[in-house]
């Protein structure tokens, strides 16, 4: 049985719930390699990754649409013959421009958000 999971192991490893790591399989994102005897889906090394990467997707408000195409060219580049290898670089550009644009957008609200709290904060007693 080397190195197959069940989804709860999964669930464990990735800190996604049951719920979301199903909702990834049932549209296609991430697809147990393997079942067991029983009938469990049994999940790989890869598929974890494959789980970490969508996750660090998730707050950069990427759709399941992108994150598929995505998936698709990260697997493109690692394989050892990828024919479209200029146009997937050029695609995986592009994606990490969204990203790095995600990034500022979060910092901006997250400096608001800091801001709200010390607002609040000085209402208190000080302890």
Do not use: N
């Not at 049951?18 to 991430?30: A, C, P, Q």
């Amino acid at each position: 049985m080397g190195g197959h999971m069940q989804i709860g192991e999964v669930a464990e490893r990735t800190g996604l719930s049951l719920r979301t790591i199903r909702y990834y399989e049932e549209v296609g994102l991430v697809v147990p390699s393997a079942r067991s005897q029983g009938g469990f889906r049994l999940y790989t090394q890869p598929d974890v990754d494959r789980l970490g990467v969508i996750k660090r997707m998730k707050p950069l408000g990427f759709q399941l649409e992108e994150m598929r195409e995505l998936l698709t060219i990260l697997d493109a580049l690692s394989a050892a013959e990828d024919a479209d290898r200029a146009e997937h670089l050029d695609r995986l550009a592009g994606f990490h421009t969204a990203a790095e644009q995600r990034c500022e957008e979060l910092r901006a609200q997250l400096h608001i958000a800091e801001d709200f709290a010390g607002t609040l904060r000085a209402h208190l007693p000080v302890a």
